[in-house]
């Protein structure tokens, strides 16, 4: 109870440091748009971001599953949810302590984890060149009028 109190806390102290510097007049906007604001595409946001987090969990545990290691969805999932936010602290921290979240709770050896996240990274970079490959393939009379404009 004591360490959520803590975390809550420092969340708290947190929003309200980040708010202080503002004017009374930009808290009133700040408190309009909120108020204003269609929460319709802010819930269907928040769930098509839960499903992007689990698909990626459910893809790490496939990468996992070859070298005998068996998370469970939740772990996988909390691990990819610590390691972004190990990413606000230091960019690609977060690989790292995702690594270690699910070593800790699912008995799989770091480097082993640091294998597959290598390995999810490359066929990410894999995907992301052939869909630009595709696009300059399929765009290139655009892009061809854009250069030539400029």
């Known amino acids: 109870m004591l360490n959520w109190l803590l975390f809550a806390g ?12 503002f004017s009374a007049a930009d808290r009133n906007n700040i408190v309009q748009a909120l108020r204003n604001a269609n ?23 496939m990468l996992l599953a070859p070298i005998g290691a068996r998370p469970s969805l939740p772990n ?3 691990a990819v949810m610590v390691g972004y936010l190990g990413n606000l602290a230091l960019p690609r921290l977060g690989e790292f302590v995702r690594c270690a979240i699910i070593s800790r709770y ?16 490359a066929i990410d970079t894999l995907c992301l060149a052939v869909a630009t490959c595709i696009m ?9 009028a854009y250069f030539n404009e400029k």
């Open 76 to 78: 996988a999932f909390m």
């Open 136 to 144: 300059l393939l399929t765009q290139f009379g655009v892009l061809s």
């Open 39 to 61: 929460y319709f595409w802010v819930f269907l946001s928040i769930i098509f971001a839960i499903l992007s987090h689990l698909s990626r969990a459910a893809r790490w545990q």
């Open 106 to 121: 699912s008995n799989v050896k770091p480097e082993r984890a640091i294998g597959t996240v290598l390995t999810e990274r």
């Open 10 to 21: 420092t969340g708290v102290l947190l929003v309200w440091w980040s708010l202080s510097g």
